[in-house]
């Protein structure tokens, strides 16, 4: 993908979150961590989950689905991505994966866990709230995911400026 050339002068933008935390799920992962986190991490504002392939998470943990709800509950956004080099994650895929999108869950398409984090931090720095936060990360800013959804409300436009 080739963007058009930037048409003002380049800018920092240094008002960046940073309470976004990554977890990288493996086969020996342990479900009691994360609860802690859910549990005594009161002002978290995002988790990025790194989870198998095309987004498969561990089956039958009732803890690790109870982590997540607990989270969304408290106002956090979290967002899978993939442990792969290649490829997006597929909502849907999987059970555990739909399971993840009926919690409300929001896949980083093919964005790598570092840009994943990088828009997090940049789109709670411009003040937008969970559910704006979790609406734009799957829209393309400056080429970092692939897929983009319709263009986005004019109020989170207003906030963005110009990108």
């Known amino acids: 993908m080739i963007l058009d050339p930037p048409k003002g002068r380049f800018r920092i933008h240094t008002d960046m979150e940073t309470k976004v935390v990554v977890v990288k799920l493996t086969p020996t992962f342990d479900h009691a961590a994360l609860m802690a986190v859910a549990q005594h991490y009161s002002n978290l504002r995002a988790l990025v989950l790194e ?55 929001v896949p980083a398409g093919d964005m790598t866990t570092e840009a994943t984090c990088a828009k997090l931090s940049y789109l709670f720095g411009k003040g937008l709230q969970p559910r704006q936060v979790s609406s734009v ?15 986005l409300p004019p109020n989170v436009r207003s906030r963005l400026g110009r990108l």
């Open 51 to 105: 989870l198998y392939g095309a987004g498969t998470a561990p089956r039958n943990q009732q803890t690790f689905l109870d982590c997540l709800r607990l989270l969304k509950q408290k106002g956090t956004v979290v967002v899978v991505t993939s442990q792969c080099a290649t490829g997006p994650v597929i909502p849907g895929t999987y059970a555990v994966s739909s399971a993840l999108e009926e919690l409300g869950v």
């Open 137 to 151: 990360l799957q829209t393309s800013l400056r080429g970092e995911i692939t897929t983009t959804p319709p263009k």
